[in-house]
């Protein structure tokens, strides 16, 4: 193999020498910015991991199972605002990566997946990994392709990564490598085309919302999504209620949400059906910025699935490929609105008060977390039910950014943390997991561990599926046997999670009442290091 292998190389590439398909690629990656490759590679995969070793500028972290490096991948965009690269094993791999890519899709994050499949004489057998992998990709990529030369893989990767920016919107690339083009003659690094710029506000759209929200007041609700909450975006978005008397609201879940003090504070729309409804109620016209209508989460019998009040117009100012902040601008300066008045919030946690309040609701957690929440973290949110509260005191809390799961699809939490940490190195990170949700992916502690990061876990053990619970009364349904209250427990045998993460590398500790909570808390942030804090509620 090896003699055929240097028969078939190409010269020029890496350093100078002579490259393969795959060797050709890593450069390509590297040479167009792609600096990070998150890894679960099989035997169609092996000429890569040799490039990636032989190869400078792409870092490689391993993870152990394919939901993490996607899930990884989507963390480090929201972050670095660049893509990284994941490597996986045929379409059974990819496949096992696709719950966070669905999530990954949602937040318009920018990935390039690389996949690897049979070479192309062979995938012609019937073998047992053989599969269609382009029609695995389809459901959950922007941009597909399979390499059929080993010449054209560079090329073909320099597409993929152009692939990954729709104007201001990540997007997700899946390019499949079969193995025959990996090992053959590559070429020469390609240049990826540079991304068309987000579309500049269009003036007719700006000045009817301008209109709208100067006639209407508080019956006209400014919405913001993607590109809309961002720092900038927000302060625009204060003055032109402060000048109008205009409603916003920022869409629920949020890829990256600037939040803590000193920052303007735009409340979100609520999850909850019944509370959106209401907060929602009196609006006679809604202006997207960035944001879609809303819409509930699961259709409820006796329920709306529009959550805007019956007869409530729509007008889009801009949509979330463009460029959003620039809208907002353009809106605020049509309206002659002056820069927002922002009232500054005092960090008014007592930890000794905390302390002695003990035992722990959601609500207390909320305060004891904000309060101890280094300056300039990143917090990951997947604590679905146990979270809901944490928003008013995280609202004091040191400046940080709150990165949200973006399409419910359960399992985000730890891999995103772990690309968080690595988009963003030397911030501290925050994840809030529930105790089911992290069982998905529990092997990201693994791979946080073994990068050394400074990730600390808050894993809320609540012992039972506690959002599905709650789902009951929103569907109408009644569990009244054991078979199906069962399936709603996380008990019998009860998990164990400082067990379980200092067998993944990760040292950890319980918390019971404010006091041990406190104590952990400090005791993870101080290490500068990976640790988990198992809550029992």
Request: proline fraction near 6%; charged fraction near 15%; charge should be negative.
């Amino acid at each position: 193999m090896a003699a055929a292998t240097a028969a078939t190389r190409h010269a020029g590439g890496i350093d100078g020498a002579t490259v393969n398909g795959a060797e050709s690629l890593v450069a390509t990656l590297a040479a167009n910015g792609v600096e990070l490759c998150l890894a679960n590679p099989g035997t169609s995969e092996m000429h890569f991991v040799a490039a990636l070793d032989r190869g400078a500028g792409v870092r490689c972290v391993l993870a152990l199972f394919e939901g993490v490096a996607t899930g990884a991948a989507d963390g480090y965009y929201r972050m670095a605002r660049k893509p990284a690269a994941t490597l996986l094993h045929l379409g059974p791999g990819l496949g096992n990566g696709i719950a966070n890519l669905h999530n990954a899709g949602k937040a318009h994050s920018g990935i390039v997946n690389i996949v690897g499949d049979h070479a192309m004489a062979h995938a012609r057998f019937e073998s047992p990994l053989r599969s269609d992998v382009e029609a695995i990709a389809a459901p959950v990529s922007h941009w597909v392709r399979t390499s059929r030369s080993s010449l054209e893989v560079a090329g073909d990767g320099a597409q993929a990564i152009a692939a990954t920016r729709d104007g201001a919107l990540g997007c997700i690339a899946t390019l499949i490598l079969p193995a025959d083009t990996a090992w053959g003659p590559g070429g020469e690094p390609a240049t990826a085309p540079l991304p068309a710029a987000p579309a500049a506000p269009q003036a007719e759209a700006v000045r009817a919302a301008a209109r709208a929200v100067t006639e209407l007041g508080g019956r006209a609700v400014l919405l913001l999504g993607a590109g809309g909450v961002g720092e900038g975006a927000r302060e625009a978005a204060a003055a032109i209620a402060q000048k109008t008397g205009c409603r916003v609201l920022a869409e629920f879940y949020n890829a990256r949400l600037p939040a803590g003090r000193g920052r303007v504070r735009i409340d979100r729309l609520p999850y909850v059906v019944d509370a959106a409804v209401e907060k929602l109620a009196g609006a006679e016209c809604l202006v997207l910025a960035g944001a879609a209508e809303p819409i509930a989460f699961f259709a409820y019998p006796g329920k709306p699935s529009e959550l805007k009040p019956t007869g409530c117009r729509t007008l889009l100012l801009a949509a979330a490929h463009d460029d959003v902040p620039a809208a907002l601008d353009a809106l605020r300066d049509e309206l002659g609105a002056a820069p927002a008045r922002i009232t500054a919030r005092e960090h008014s946690f007592d930890i000794e008060a905390l302390s002695n309040a003990g035992a722990l609701t959601p609500d207390l957690i909320g305060h004891v977390l904000a309060a101890l929440l280094p300056e300039n973290a990143i917090v990951v949110d997947e604590a679905v039910s146990t979270g809901r509260a944490f928003s008013p005191p995280f609202a004091t809390a040191a400046p940080h950014d709150w990165l949200a799961v973006m399409g419910g699809a359960i399992g985000f939490g730890l891999p995103a943390a772990l690309g968080a940490a690595l988009g963003a190195p030397g911030r501290p990170v925050l994840a809030l997991e529930g105790d089911g949700s992290a069982m998905y992916t529990p092997q990201a502690l693994w791979s946080i561990a073994r990068e050394g990061l400074p990730v600390v876990t808050v894993i809320f053990a609540n012992r039972a599926y506690r959002i599905l619970q709650g789902e009951l009364k929103g569907v109408g349904a009644a569990v009244g046997g054991p078979k199906a209250e069962a399936m709603l427990r996380l008990d019998r045998p009860a998990l164990d999670w400082v067990c379980l993460a200092r067998g993944l590398g990760v040292p950890g500790g319980r918390a019971q009442t404010a006091a041990e909570l406190v104590r952990e808390m400090q005791r993870g942030f101080a290490s500068g290091a990976p640790y988990l804090v198992e809550v029992g509620l």
